[in-house]
């Protein structure tokens, strides 16, 4: 079991540019999540995957943001024409079937500049 | 909707025991989760209540109580690396994902 991982861990990017950020789920896990952190704040869910189905999705995630997980594996979450405001961390997690205990990844830090 | 509300920060020395309090409204309830977050780092399982009564797990323990919408987080023989923020969660209404509240920043000195 090698956890959540997350690449890039740092994206540094220009207002107006394109980014896509990965997630790798523990293996066995049919449950991907991702969030958004800004400083001094709790994670805020942005949408989920049951396998390769993305079956929620949050006010939060505009239709600039898309999420895919093609064959229920990783997952990419891209972000287009990008704004200061998306600056933020973000999280992956993953959980198997029901559990309530979910595995975060380290995250993916964007600063827009 | 769903909204969760606790302490921002809490302060101790090593050793004494703290208690994080949360108060949480939901419009269906699936249990009352905590995570700690070092700072820099991923969002870490502690533990989770689904029904009233205290959950112990080693120097943590967690109480719930479903008819208050009241839970709270209790962390005995502090030690410096308790020092991490703290975060209370639900789950969302179609009970998937977490709904956290903005965490409780939990600072112990010697």
């Known amino acids: 079991d090698t956890g959540v991982s997350q690449n890039p861990r740092h994206k540094i990017t220009k207002r107006g540019q394109n980014v896509t950020f990965r997630c790798d789920p523990i293996s066995e896990h049919n449950r991907l999540y991702w969030y958004r952190q800004t400083l001094g704040q709790g994670p805020e869910f942005l949408t989920y995957?049951?396998?390769?189905?993305?079956?929620?999705k949050s006010r939060l995630l505009s239709d600039r943001f898309s999420a895919e997980r093609p064959k229920g594996s990783f997952s990419t979450l891209e972000i287009q024409r990008t704004e200061q405001g998306d600056s933020a961390m973000y999280l992956c997690a993953s959980s198997p079937g029901t559990s309530y205990e979910q595995y975060f990844g380290p995250g993916t830090r964007l600063t827009v500049t | 909707g769903q909204s969760l509300e606790q302490p921002s920060e809490v302060t101790a020395v090593e050793g004494a025991i703290v208690q994080i309090n949360c108060t949480y409204q939901?419009?269906?309830?699936?249990?009352l989760s905590w995570y700690q977050q070092h700072d820099g780092g991923a969002p870490t399982f502690l533990s989770y209540?689904?029904?009233?009564g205290l959950e112990e797990t080693g120097r943590f323990s967690s109480f719930l109580s479903r008819s208050d919408s009241y839970g709270y987080l209790l962390l005995q023989e502090l030690q410096m690396k308790d020092s991490a923020s703290y975060f209370c969660a639900v789950k969302n209404q179609a009970g998937t994902a977490l709904i956290f509240g903005k965490g409780t920043t939990l600072s112990v000195s010697s």
């Open positions: 995957f049951q396998n390769e189905a993305q079956l929620e």
């Open positions: 939901t419009s269906g309830f699936y249990g």
């Open positions: 209540n689904a029904l009233d």
